[in-house]
C-alpha cells in the first residue's frame, strides 16, 4: 500500500497525460483473497492472513475514495485470484470436501486454477475496469465479495 501510495500521484499524471477516462482509466489491482472477506468467514481461523488480507480491504478501498473524491482516473481494484495450484495451496488440495461448507477444509480439485488461468481471468478484470469499479472487491469469474 505504501508503495501505491507513493506511485499514486505519477499514476495519476501519466492518467491524464495518456487520455484516461471513466471507461479507461490507469488501474490499481492489489492481489486480496476471499478469506480477507469478514461477512463470508464462515470457517475461521488463518488470523494472521485473513487479518492481512483485510487490511488490505480497507486500505485499497479507502484509496479509491480518495482517487475518485480527487476525481482521478484510477480505479483501485481488489482481486480474489481463486485458488491457484502454489505452493500455498498444495497442503489444502489434498483435504477432502464434504457438502457442508463449514466442514469442508480443503477445495475441490476442479476449482484449482494453473497460474496460466489464473494471470488471463485476472487481466480480463483489470483491463475491461472502468472507473464505477473504482473500489471493488472482485472474485476471479467476475462477481462482487461481500465485505
Known sequence: ML???????MLAAAADENGATDTTPAVIAN?????GSIGDNRLG???SYRGSKSALNQMTRTLSI????????VA????????????LSGPFQ????????????GVAR?????????????LDIIDSAS????GRYIAWDGKDIVW
Request: proline share 5%; hydrophobic share 35%.
Open 94 to 105: 489434498k483435504v477432502r470436501v464434504k457438502s457442508s461448507p463449514n466442514a469442508a477444509l
Open 31 to 35: 492481489l486480496s483473497a476471499r478469506v
Open 3 to 9: 508503495t501505491c501510495q507513493a506511485f499514486l500521484p
Open 131 to 134: 472507473m464505477q469499479d473504482n
Open 66 to 73: 480518495e482517487t475518485g473524491r480527487r476525481k482521478q482516473k
Open 110 to 122: 476442479l476449482c484449482i486454477f494453473l497460474m496460466e488461468r489464473t494471470v488471463s481471468q485476472l
Open 76 to 87: 483501485c481494484l481488489l482481486l480474489h485470484p481463486g485458488t491457484t495450484q502454489t505452493d
Open 45 to 47: 481461523g488463518w488470523y
